[in-house]
């Protein structure tokens, strides 16, 4: 199983990026979905939720009406629109999921966003 993360980068404050997923070797249709950060020195925050079928969806506070979340189950991606980006979003971005039918978790390797001017 593999979750791979792609296009994290260096944007400027009120800028946009958009993370992207790649699942392999699971069963993405049931599979829940989450986006974490670590920000340096922190712990980890959960960011957004999808559930497998992309009827239930959460966002943390932070980030609530700022970031999307979005899943393509035919193509095995989770992504996340940010928008209107804060220097504190600056973290490392995990793609994290909860395969429903094995009972097993799966992590990325993270991709790295950095709000600086």
């Known amino acids: 199983v593999q979750l791979v993360e792609s296009w994290g980068g260096v944007v400027q404050p009120g800028g946009s990026l958009r993370l992207s997923c790649a699942a392999s070797?699971?069963?993405?249709?049931?599979?829940h979905m989450w986006w974490v950060r670590q920000a340096p020195g922190k712990g980890l925050e959960w960011v957004a939720?999808?559930?497998?079928?992309?009827?239930?969806?959460f966002y943390a506070d932070s980030v609530k009406g700022r970031f999307t979340i979005s899943r393509d189950n035919a193509k095995n991606t989770l992504d996340l629109q940010m928008n209107s980006l804060k220097f504190e979003d600056t973290a490392v971005y995990y793609c994290?999921?909860?395969?429903?039918?094995?009972?097993?978790?799966?992590w990325g390797e993270g991709t790295l966003v950095t709000v600086s001017a």
């Open positions: 994290h999921g909860f395969d429903t039918y094995y009972a097993v978790n799966y």
């Open positions: 070797g699971v069963t993405f249709s049931l599979t």
């Open positions: 939720h999808m559930n497998r079928d992309g009827s239930s969806i």
